[in-house]
């Protein structure tokens, strides 16, 4: 039996008005843009390029600031100004519109995404969506953020990040762990300040603006995002909520199979780009 060839990830940076933003793209066919969670890259999707690559033109970024893209000037991150890059980005690549797909703060830049240019956004796939409302931004000045950690000499700051995140990762795969220090010490004070982007972000009325067919994707095991999944779906009119047993935080890169598969099943029935009405998920 001849083997079944995976299709190859390519890596390329664009030139957006913002500067150079880096890309990996994989396949052909209909658009799919992945957006990661802060503080990872497109390495979060590396897994799932090829998995969706095979029927779909998967194409992940790394957002501004983080990975290999180019950082905006001091002062302008907002989750608005991310999502203008990323349709930018869309447009340079060529597409008009496409399947947008976040995960954590991916989400929440999706969200956004749909609620800018709804006629741009064929269909929505948000993975461990945070759910900010007024109190939770009222929470959040002075509140301690993940990821935060001061640079030391002696490098103690690398088992910090690790003792940050390792509650909510798998204990047999710490591969997923040196992934994600290595892009938050790649994002450096950014890996914190994402965060905070998150936690300013307005997002209610974003939700209720949204029309395209949505899936609402939640890890059961992700104890930041799960217990918010039922009122993001609940708050866009028509979405679909799945639930991925034992899925954690670093869902795509922990279970890249159970997530593509999401993706692929939502894509293949009833989020086609011709029934993108309100009403009709």
């Known amino acids: ?81 991310w999502a203008a890059v990323a349709h930018e980005l869309l ?15 991916g989400a929440a830049i999706a969200v956004e995404m749909a609620a800018m240019h709804p006629e741009r956004v064929e269909a929505l796939v948000l993975s461990a969506s945070p759910y900010v409302d007024a109190a939770r931004r009222l929470a959040a000045p002075g509140k301690p953020v993940i990821d935060e950690v001061a640079a030391a000499a002696d490098g103690r700051h690398l088992l910090e990040l690790w003792a940050m995140r390792q509650p909510f990762y ?49 890890p059961t095991a992700d104890p930041h995002a799960y217990p918010h999944a039922g009122k993001v779906a609940s708050a866009i009119a028509g979405s679909r909520l799945v639930e991925i047993a034992g899925g954690m935080v670093p869902l795509p890169d922990q279970m890249p199979q159970a997530f593509a598969r999401a993706v692929d099943d939502f894509l293949s029935h009833g989020a086609s780009p011709a029934r993108r009405d309100r009403g009709n998920p």
């Open 1 to 81: 039996m001849t083997p079944v060839m995976m299709p190859v990830i390519e890596r390329s940076f664009v030139t957006l008005s913002c500067g150079l933003v880096h890309v990996a793209v994989c396949g052909a066919g209909r658009p799919v843009l992945l957006l990661h969670q802060t503080p990872r890259s497109w390495d979060e999707f590396r897994e799932v390029l090829p998995l969706l690559g095979g029927k779909y033109r998967a194409i992940a970024m790394d957002t501004v600031g983080f990975g290999d893209s180019r950082p905006l000037p001091a002062g302008e991150d907002s989750i608005e100004r």
């Open 91 to 105: 447009a340079k690549l060529g597409h008009s519109s496409a399947v947008v797909v976040g995960h954590h703060t």
């Open 170 to 218: 798998p204990a047999e795969r710490p591969d997923l762990l040196e992934r994600f220090v290595a892009d938050a010490l790649k994002a450096g004070p950014r890996a914190a300040e994402g965060h905070r982007v998150v936690g300013r972000y307005v997002m209610e009325p974003r939700l209720a603006a949204v029309r395209c067919p949505t899936l609402v994707i939640a």
